[in-house]
């Protein structure tokens, strides 16, 4: 059974930057997709952004341009870069294993890790 563990949520102001990652236990994580998501307080959870084995990546409206998605097969982890952020980015953000990606449709998969806060505030 897969186990995910996020870090590097946190406060930042306006403009800053933020980098998460989410390290992946137990499982072939080269042959899966990983996905970042978020909810915010009063809001449904939303997809980030995700990414495939072949590293092809997708990204909410909201976020492009300003994040990336990466990952790293040799370390299981998958990170997310997030330059120019915004208080709408306030939101905790979880990791989600083994979904579905492409430029017309996308599903999460089964593991989610805890999730980090990330609260964009001056």
């Known amino acids: 059974q897969v186990q995910l563990v996020e870090s590097g949520g946190g406060l930042v102001q306006p403009g800053g930057s933020l980098r998460l990652s989410c390290v992946a236990t137990g499982s072939i994580f080269r042959f899966n997709s990983m996905g970042w998501y978020r909810q915010a307080p009063g809001k449904e959870r939303e997809l980030v952004a995700g990414?495939?084995?072949?590293?092809?990546?997708k990204y909410a409206d909201s976020v492009k341009g300003r994040f990336t998605i990466s990952r790293d097969n040799a370390k299981n982890t998958v990170y997310l870069q997030m330059n120019s952020l915004k208080p709408e980015d306030t939101a905790v953000y979880y990791c989600n294993f083994g979904g579905y990606y492409s430029p017309t449709s996308s599903w999460q998969g089964d593991s989610w890790g805890q999730g980090t806060q990330v609260t964009v505030s001056s």
């Open positions: 990414i495939t084995p072949a590293a092809s990546t």
